[in-house]
Protein backbone atom coordinates (compact mmCIF):
# COMPACT_ATOMS: atom_id res chain seq x y z
CA UNK A 1 0.00 0.00 0.00
CA UNK A 2 1.35 3.59 -1.38
CA UNK A 3 2.73 5.43 1.78
CA UNK A 4 0.67 9.02 2.12
CA UNK A 5 2.51 12.33 2.44
CA UNK A 6 1.50 15.39 4.18
CA UNK A 7 -0.41 17.79 2.34
CA UNK A 8 1.55 21.13 1.21
CA UNK A 9 1.18 24.53 1.63
CA UNK A 10 0.01 25.09 -1.48
CA UNK A 11 -2.58 22.18 -1.32
CA UNK A 12 -4.28 22.56 1.94
CA UNK A 13 -5.13 26.39 1.16
CA UNK A 14 -5.39 26.41 -2.50
CA UNK A 15 -3.13 24.95 -5.14
CA UNK A 16 -3.38 28.29 -7.66
CA UNK A 17 -2.26 30.44 -4.54
CA UNK A 18 0.28 30.79 -2.01
CA UNK A 19 -0.72 31.18 1.49
CA UNK A 20 -1.27 35.01 2.24
CA UNK A 21 -0.51 37.07 4.87
CA UNK A 22 -4.39 36.90 5.31
CA UNK A 23 -4.79 33.14 5.80
CA UNK A 24 -1.80 34.02 8.59
CA UNK A 25 -3.32 36.21 10.06
CA UNK A 26 -6.81 33.88 10.11
CA UNK A 27 -5.24 30.86 11.22
CA UNK A 28 -4.00 32.87 13.94
CA UNK A 29 -7.32 33.96 14.83
CA UNK A 30 -8.42 30.55 15.01
CA UNK A 31 -5.88 29.75 17.56
CA UNK A 32 -6.40 33.19 19.38
CA UNK A 33 -10.31 32.19 19.34
CA UNK A 34 -9.42 28.29 21.24
CA UNK A 35 -8.22 30.11 24.05
CA UNK A 36 -10.95 33.10 24.11
CA UNK A 37 -14.04 30.52 24.25
CA UNK A 38 -15.20 29.29 27.23
CA UNK A 39 -16.82 25.65 27.58
CA UNK A 40 -20.04 27.03 27.83
CA UNK A 41 -19.88 28.80 25.17
CA UNK A 42 -19.59 25.41 23.02
CA UNK A 43 -21.44 22.72 24.86
CA UNK A 44 -24.52 21.29 24.49
CA UNK A 45 -26.67 22.32 27.70
CA UNK A 46 -29.98 20.35 26.90
CA UNK A 47 -28.58 16.52 28.07
CA UNK A 48 -29.76 13.28 28.21
CA UNK A 49 -29.41 11.46 31.48
CA UNK A 50 -30.05 8.33 32.57
CA UNK A 51 -30.34 6.58 35.96
CA UNK A 52 -27.67 4.12 37.72
CA UNK A 53 -30.53 2.15 38.26
CA UNK A 54 -32.02 1.48 35.21
CA UNK A 55 -31.44 -1.84 32.82
CA UNK A 56 -28.92 -1.54 30.50
CA UNK A 57 -31.73 -2.23 27.54
CA UNK A 58 -33.86 0.86 28.45
CA UNK A 59 -30.65 3.27 27.58
CA UNK A 60 -29.96 1.09 24.43
CA UNK A 61 -33.24 1.89 23.14
CA UNK A 62 -32.65 5.69 24.44
CA UNK A 63 -29.76 5.91 22.65
CA UNK A 64 -31.30 4.32 19.50
CA UNK A 65 -33.98 7.19 19.47
CA UNK A 66 -31.96 10.13 20.09
CA UNK A 67 -28.72 8.54 17.64
CA UNK A 68 -26.45 9.19 19.99
CA UNK A 69 -23.20 7.13 21.64
CA UNK A 70 -23.77 7.79 25.05
CA UNK A 71 -25.49 9.12 28.11
CA UNK A 72 -24.48 10.81 31.44
CA UNK A 73 -25.86 8.88 34.57
CA UNK A 74 -26.81 10.68 37.25
CA UNK A 75 -28.04 10.30 40.55
CA UNK A 76 -29.76 12.68 42.82
CA UNK A 77 -28.58 15.44 40.52
CA UNK A 78 -24.80 14.49 40.73
CA UNK A 79 -22.89 13.07 37.62
CA UNK A 80 -21.80 9.15 38.41
CA UNK A 81 -20.76 8.00 35.68
CA UNK A 82 -21.06 7.51 32.01
CA UNK A 83 -22.59 5.14 29.69
CA UNK A 84 -22.13 4.44 26.35
CA UNK A 85 -22.04 1.68 23.44
CA UNK A 86 -18.80 -0.15 24.40
CA UNK A 87 -20.12 -0.25 27.75
CA UNK A 88 -23.46 -1.89 26.31
CA UNK A 89 -21.62 -4.15 23.93
CA UNK A 90 -19.90 -5.66 27.25
CA UNK A 91 -23.12 -6.03 28.37
CA UNK A 92 -24.31 -7.83 25.10
CA UNK A 93 -21.36 -10.41 25.46
CA UNK A 94 -22.65 -11.41 28.28
CA UNK A 95 -25.78 -11.14 27.76
CA UNK A 96 -26.64 -9.10 30.87
CA UNK A 97 -28.90 -6.20 28.87
CA UNK A 98 -31.19 -6.86 31.98
CA UNK A 99 -28.69 -5.77 34.14
CA UNK A 100 -28.50 -2.12 36.39
CA UNK A 101 -26.75 0.91 34.45
CA UNK A 102 -24.20 1.21 36.98
CA UNK A 103 -22.98 -2.31 36.55
CA UNK A 104 -21.26 -1.26 33.37
CA UNK A 105 -21.02 2.58 33.07
CA UNK A 106 -17.46 3.95 33.20
CA UNK A 107 -17.19 5.92 36.84
CA UNK A 108 -14.23 7.52 36.84
CA UNK A 109 -14.70 10.06 34.62
CA UNK A 110 -12.66 13.09 33.14
CA UNK A 111 -14.71 16.01 33.43
CA UNK A 112 -14.12 19.98 32.43
CA UNK A 113 -15.33 23.42 34.18
CA UNK A 114 -17.74 25.22 31.84
CA UNK A 115 -15.48 28.62 32.42
CA UNK A 116 -12.48 26.56 31.12
CA UNK A 117 -10.98 27.34 27.70
CA UNK A 118 -12.00 25.07 25.21
CA UNK A 119 -8.39 24.35 24.25
CA UNK A 120 -7.54 23.11 26.97
CA UNK A 121 -10.70 20.33 26.11
CA UNK A 122 -9.36 19.95 22.64
CA UNK A 123 -6.02 18.71 24.51
CA UNK A 124 -7.88 16.35 26.64
CA UNK A 125 -9.56 14.97 23.43
CA UNK A 126 -6.25 14.45 21.96
CA UNK A 127 -4.67 12.92 24.54
CA UNK A 128 -7.15 10.65 25.73
CA UNK A 129 -9.26 9.70 22.82
CA UNK A 130 -12.42 10.46 24.34
CA UNK A 131 -15.40 11.53 22.05
CA UNK A 132 -17.82 13.52 24.69
CA UNK A 133 -16.47 15.23 28.13
CA UNK A 134 -18.92 16.17 30.80
CA UNK A 135 -19.42 19.25 32.08
CA UNK A 136 -19.53 19.91 35.71
CA UNK A 137 -19.82 22.73 38.04
CA UNK A 138 -17.94 23.53 41.04
CA UNK A 139 -20.07 20.88 42.91
CA UNK A 140 -19.81 18.29 40.37
CA UNK A 141 -23.16 18.91 39.40
CA UNK A 142 -23.57 18.48 35.56
CA UNK A 143 -24.09 21.03 33.57
CA UNK A 144 -23.81 19.96 29.79
CA UNK A 145 -21.97 17.82 27.79
CA UNK A 146 -18.76 18.94 25.00
CA UNK A 147 -18.09 17.07 22.03
CA UNK A 148 -15.67 17.82 19.14
CA UNK A 149 -18.27 18.60 16.93
CA UNK A 150 -19.65 21.20 19.64
CA UNK A 151 -15.99 22.64 19.63
CA UNK A 152 -15.96 22.69 15.80
CA UNK A 153 -19.16 23.94 15.22
CA UNK A 154 -18.72 27.28 18.29
CA UNK A 155 -15.16 28.24 16.62
CA UNK A 156 -17.25 28.18 13.21
CA UNK A 157 -19.77 30.37 14.85
CA UNK A 158 -17.27 32.57 16.54
CA UNK A 159 -15.47 32.72 13.31
CA UNK A 160 -18.27 34.12 11.70
CA UNK A 161 -19.43 36.49 14.39
CA UNK A 162 -15.45 37.43 14.65
CA UNK A 163 -15.50 38.60 11.10
CA UNK A 164 -18.84 40.72 11.45
CA UNK A 165 -17.81 42.34 13.91
CA UNK A 166 -14.77 43.18 12.81
CA UNK A 167 -16.25 44.37 8.99
CA UNK A 168 -18.53 46.66 11.12
CA UNK A 169 -14.83 48.14 13.07
CA UNK A 170 -13.21 48.05 9.64
CA UNK A 171 -16.59 50.21 8.27
CA UNK A 172 -16.84 52.44 10.84
CA UNK A 173 -12.65 53.49 10.92
CA UNK A 174 -12.75 53.89 7.19
CA UNK A 175 -15.63 56.44 7.37
CA UNK A 176 -14.64 57.97 10.26
CA UNK A 177 -14.67 61.51 8.97
CA UNK A 178 -17.31 61.52 6.44
CA UNK A 179 -19.61 64.19 8.68
CA UNK A 180 -17.03 66.10 9.28
CA UNK A 181 -16.51 69.37 6.98
CA UNK A 182 -12.71 70.89 7.20
CA UNK A 183 -10.30 72.18 4.92
CA UNK A 184 -8.01 70.03 6.08
CA UNK A 185 -8.81 66.59 7.83
CA UNK A 186 -6.17 64.76 9.67
CA UNK A 187 -5.94 61.52 11.31
CA UNK A 188 -3.02 61.90 13.77
CA UNK A 189 -1.84 59.10 16.12
CA UNK A 190 0.94 59.68 18.52
CA UNK A 191 3.54 57.52 20.38
CA UNK A 192 5.90 57.45 22.74
CA UNK A 193 9.47 55.20 22.47
CA UNK A 194 11.26 54.88 24.97
CA UNK A 195 15.11 54.75 24.96
CA UNK A 196 16.53 51.15 25.14
CA UNK A 197 13.07 49.56 25.57
CA UNK A 198 13.68 46.32 23.57
CA UNK A 199 10.77 44.44 25.08
CA UNK A 200 8.11 47.04 23.96
CA UNK A 201 10.26 47.24 20.60
CA UNK A 202 7.80 47.05 17.48
CA UNK A 203 4.52 47.48 19.84
CA UNK A 204 3.57 50.76 17.99
CA UNK A 205 4.72 50.16 14.74
CA UNK A 206 2.24 46.93 14.84
CA UNK A 207 -0.61 49.56 15.66
CA UNK A 208 0.01 51.81 13.08
CA UNK A 209 -0.31 48.80 10.80
CA UNK A 210 -3.18 47.61 12.23
CA UNK A 211 -4.73 51.07 12.41
CA UNK A 212 -4.56 51.56 8.39
CA UNK A 213 -5.75 48.12 7.71
CA UNK A 214 -8.69 49.09 10.27
CA UNK A 215 -8.98 52.43 8.10
CA UNK A 216 -9.53 49.89 4.80
CA UNK A 217 -6.10 50.50 3.33
CA UNK A 218 -4.39 47.62 1.25
CA UNK A 219 -2.26 45.38 2.72
CA UNK A 220 0.88 46.27 0.69
CA UNK A 221 0.50 50.24 1.48
CA UNK A 222 -0.26 48.72 5.65
CA UNK A 223 3.21 46.55 5.23
CA UNK A 224 5.55 49.46 3.49
CA UNK A 225 4.35 52.26 6.66
CA UNK A 226 4.71 49.09 8.75
CA UNK A 227 8.50 48.40 7.87
CA UNK A 228 9.23 52.14 7.78
CA UNK A 229 7.78 52.52 10.94
CA UNK A 230 9.42 49.41 12.64
CA UNK A 231 12.57 51.04 11.59
CA UNK A 232 11.96 54.48 13.31
CA UNK A 233 10.68 52.99 16.27
CA UNK A 234 13.95 50.62 16.41
CA UNK A 235 16.04 53.68 15.99
CA UNK A 236 14.60 55.65 18.44
CA UNK A 237 14.95 52.93 20.73
CA UNK A 238 19.14 51.79 20.51
CA UNK A 239 20.06 55.27 19.45
CA UNK A 240 18.56 58.11 21.75
CA UNK A 241 19.15 58.72 25.31
CA UNK A 242 15.35 59.43 26.66
CA UNK A 243 13.53 57.67 23.80
CA UNK A 244 11.33 60.09 21.39
CA UNK A 245 7.79 60.05 19.54
CA UNK A 246 6.72 58.19 16.38
CA UNK A 247 3.49 59.92 14.87
CA UNK A 248 1.53 58.91 12.29
CA UNK A 249 -0.34 61.33 9.82
CA UNK A 250 -3.20 60.23 7.37
CA UNK A 251 -4.36 62.86 4.89
CA UNK A 252 -6.67 61.66 1.92
CA UNK A 253 -4.05 61.34 -0.14
CA UNK A 254 -1.00 61.23 2.13
CA UNK A 255 0.84 59.15 4.97
CA UNK A 256 3.36 60.60 7.11
CA UNK A 257 4.92 58.76 9.78
CA UNK A 258 7.63 61.22 11.62
CA UNK A 259 10.07 60.85 14.75
CA UNK A 260 11.23 63.70 16.80
CA UNK A 261 14.06 63.06 19.58
CA UNK A 262 16.19 65.03 21.99
CA UNK A 263 19.28 62.33 21.77
CA UNK A 264 22.44 63.25 20.74
CA UNK A 265 21.98 63.89 16.90
CA UNK A 266 23.75 62.94 14.01
CA UNK A 267 27.36 64.29 13.22
CA UNK A 268 27.31 62.81 9.60
CA UNK A 269 23.95 62.03 7.74
CA UNK A 270 25.70 61.15 4.64
CA UNK A 271 28.06 58.51 6.83
CA UNK A 272 24.10 56.56 8.55
CA UNK A 273 22.83 56.74 4.74
CA UNK A 274 25.40 54.35 3.66
CA UNK A 275 24.15 50.01 3.87
CA UNK A 276 25.56 48.45 6.87
CA UNK A 277 26.92 51.36 8.78
CA UNK A 278 25.67 51.68 12.44
CA UNK A 279 26.77 53.23 15.96
CA UNK A 280 25.08 51.04 17.78
CA UNK A 281 27.11 48.91 20.91
CA UNK A 282 28.00 45.60 20.80
CA UNK A 283 25.30 45.09 23.20
CA UNK A 284 22.74 45.70 20.66
CA UNK A 285 24.57 43.90 17.61
CA UNK A 286 24.49 41.00 19.99
CA UNK A 287 20.84 41.00 20.26
CA UNK A 288 20.13 41.09 17.07
CA UNK A 289 19.62 44.91 16.39
CA UNK A 290 21.94 48.06 14.84
CA UNK A 291 22.89 46.23 11.80
CA UNK A 292 22.88 49.33 9.76
CA UNK A 293 19.77 48.44 7.35
CA UNK A 294 17.27 50.52 9.32
CA UNK A 295 17.41 53.52 7.24
CA UNK A 296 18.23 52.05 4.08
CA UNK A 297 14.89 49.34 4.77
CA UNK A 298 12.73 52.96 4.97
CA UNK A 299 13.95 54.38 1.99
CA UNK A 300 12.79 50.87 0.31
CA UNK A 301 9.25 51.52 1.49
CA UNK A 302 8.46 54.97 1.59
CA UNK A 303 8.37 57.95 -1.19
CA UNK A 304 10.15 60.64 0.34
CA UNK A 305 12.17 60.79 3.47
CA UNK A 306 13.94 63.51 4.94
CA UNK A 307 16.38 63.25 7.51
CA UNK A 308 17.40 66.70 9.71
CA UNK A 309 19.56 65.86 12.64
CA UNK A 310 21.49 68.44 14.89
CA UNK A 311 24.49 67.27 17.68
CA UNK A 312 23.57 67.79 20.98
CA UNK A 313 19.98 68.55 20.02
CA UNK A 314 18.11 65.62 18.35
CA UNK A 315 17.18 64.39 14.99
CA UNK A 316 13.72 64.74 13.47
CA UNK A 317 12.85 61.96 10.71
CA UNK A 318 10.07 62.65 8.10
CA UNK A 319 8.69 59.84 5.97
CA UNK A 320 5.78 60.66 3.55
CA UNK A 321 4.03 57.78 1.23
CA UNK A 322 1.50 59.06 -1.48
CA UNK A 323 -1.64 57.07 -1.15
CA UNK A 324 -3.21 56.34 -4.56
CA UNK A 325 -7.56 56.50 -4.50
CA UNK A 326 -7.96 52.98 -4.42
CA UNK A 327 -5.79 52.46 -1.33
CA UNK A 328 -7.42 53.80 0.72
CA UNK A 329 -11.23 52.66 1.04
CA UNK A 330 -12.32 55.61 3.42
CA UNK A 331 -11.19 58.30 0.87
CA UNK A 332 -12.80 61.25 3.28
CA UNK A 333 -9.89 60.47 6.04
Not at 43 to 69: C, F, G, Q, W, Y
Not at 297 to 318: A, F, H, P
Request: net charge neutral.
Amino acid sequence: MPQTRPQTTQEKYGRHRPLTDRDAHEINRIEELSYDLKVYEVMASKIITTSPDVPIASVLELLRTNRISGVPVVENEMLVGIISLEDIVRALQKNELNAPVRQYMTGNLITVKKTDSIVESIKTFTEKRLGRLPVVDENNKLTGIITKGGITRGILHAVERDYKEEEVRRYRASHLFEDIISDRTTLVLRYNIKANDFTNGGKASSHIKHALLRLGADAQLARRCGIAAYEAEINLIIHTTKGGILKLEVEPHRITISTTDEGPGIPDISKVLQPGYSTASDQVREMGFGAGMGLVNIQRCVDKMELDSTVGKGTKLIMRLTVPDESIKGKNV
